[in-house]
């Protein structure tokens, strides 16, 4: 749990780095187009003498607004691109830890079941043998076999069962990890451009 931790925290230090240099350009974007409108209206304005000066500036604050909308919409990107990319360093992080291959053993241990075909990472070819599908289906008193196929993820595996198959990738797993805290990550991460 806590090499779980460190990860998370280097992840969001360096996110948080980034997030802010991000925020900053998209935000002095956002700027300029709301000064671009701004000095449209105050141009249209003195240029207005006649009765269309409602309709005017009406279409002005209209395109005010959708300066602002698209201003937001691209900050919101940004920061989406952001989570997206400490996720996927996080992926990188777990496949290059010393101890995912006995990750990747225990996952074994506890969910592999009778009839079970093993599907793994090209990555994981050498952690993850066939002699070692065999040793621990033995030692569970059952069969099961590791595939000839890699499966089209980057870590962990799929159990494919019988009934039912078993998602071990790591994809999803940070999937899971990512929805219980992208909100309070998302928080952490962009509270100090909010304010």
Known sequence: MNNKDSIINKIINDAKAE????????EAKRAEAVKKAEEDIKKREEEALSPKED??????????TVARIDAKKNVLMTENAIMEKAFNEALDAVVSDKKY????V???????????????????KKMVT?????????SKGIN?????MY???KGGMMLVGKSYDKNLTLER?????????????????????KS
């Open 55 to 64: 309709v005017i500036a009406a279409i002005i604050s209209r395109r005010v």
């Open 101 to 104: 291959g006995e990750i990747l």
């Open 173 to 193: 797993t940070l999937f899971e990890v990512k929805e219980e805290i992208s909100s309070s990550l998302f928080q952490i991460l962009f509270e100090e451009e």
């Open 144 to 148: 099961a076999e590791l595939s000839s």
């Open 130 to 138: 066939s002699a070692v599908v065999k040793r621990i289906a033995k």
């Open 151 to 153: 499966g089209d993820f």
């Open 19 to 26: 997030a802010k240099e991000i925020v900053a350009s998209a």
């Open 106 to 124: 225990a996952l074994l241990e506890k969910y592999l079941e009778d009839g079970d075909e093993v599907v793994i990472a090209e990555n994981d």
